[in-house]
């Protein structure tokens, strides 16, 4: 299907892991939303597998520093 609508072969696994990995990293309720998704029995395997929401806070608060320290003032003594 995604190989007409697309022109590119996407496997129904690689759908799974990007819908899994964008409803615990976006979603309120995180992995337990994954699990639900996905079918799993247990939030431990999808906070394995598809969890990286604390990366992505990481990586955000990195941005925002960089942002920040961006808008500074700063004069250079030469």
Do not use: C, P, W
Not at 4 to 21: E, K, M, Q, W
Not at 52 to 59: E, I, Q, R, V
Not at 67 to 75: F, K, Y
């Amino acid at each position: 299907m995604t190989a007409r609508a697309f022109g590119v072969r996407v496997s129904i696994h690689r759908l799974r892991d990007n819908v899994a990995t964008e409803a615990s990293e976006h979603l309120t309720s995180g992995a337990r939303a994954a699990t639900a998704l996905l079918g799993h029995r247990s939030e431990r395997t999808v906070q394995r597998h598809y969890d990286h929401s604390t990366g992505l806070a990481s990586a955000q608060e990195f941005v925002d520093k960089i942002e920040g320290q961006r808008s500074m003032d700063v004069e250079l003594k030469l």
